[in-house]
Nanobody, 120 residues
Framework: QVQLVESGGGAVQPGGSLILSCAAS????????MGWYRQAPGQQRELVATINAGGATDYAESVKGRFTISRDNAMNTVYLRMNSLKPDDTDVYYC??????????????WGQGTQVTVSS
C-alpha cells in the first residue's frame, strides 16, 4: 500500500513564506509525478504545481514566480516553497501522487490536506 503524508502548513502574514512537504511511502515501484493542489470551501480543487519524474514542472498562473516545486527522488518526497504569500493563497493544500506500486498497479493518491492561512 502506498500513502502520502504531508507536513508544513500553518499561519503566516502576507508576504511571508512557508514550505510544504509530501512524502510517499509504502510499496513504490515508480513515481510518475507528484504535485500540489488547493481547495477552498465550496470550490473545486485546483492545480497549484506539479513535477514529473523528469523534473518538468507546471504552475498555476496565480503562483508563478512566487511558488517553487521541487523533489527528492531518493526520498520520494516533493516540496512546495511558497514565497510572497497573499491572503488569496489561503486554502487547504493537498498533495497528489501518480505512483506505480508494481509494473501494472497504478495509483492516483491524495494526501490528507494541510491548511495554509495567510492573514495579518
Amino acid at each position: 500500500q502506498v500513502q502520502l503524508v504531508e507536513s508544513g502548513g500553518g499561519a503566516v502574514q502576507p508576504g511571508g513564506s512557508l514550505i510544504l512537504s509530501c512524502a510517499a511511502s509504502g510499496s513504490i515501484f515508480r513515481v510518475v509525478a507528484m504535485g500540489w493542489y488547493r481547495q477552498a470551501p465550496g470550490q473545486q480543487r485546483e492545480l497549484v504545481a506539479t513535477i514529473n519524474a523528469g523534473g518538468a514542472t507546471d504552475y498555476a498562473e496565480s503562483v508563478k514566480g512566487r511558488f517553487t516545486i521541487s523533489r527528492d527522488n531518493a526520498m520520494n518526497t516533493v516540496y512546495l516553497r511558497m514565497n510572497s504569500l497573499k491572503p488569496d493563497d489561503t486554502d487547504v493544500y493537498y498533495c497528489n501522487g501518480k505512483i506505480y506500486s508494481s509494473v501494472t498497479q497504478w495509483h492516483d493518491l491524495w494526501g490528507q490536506g494541510t491548511q495554509v492561512t495567510v492573514s495579518s
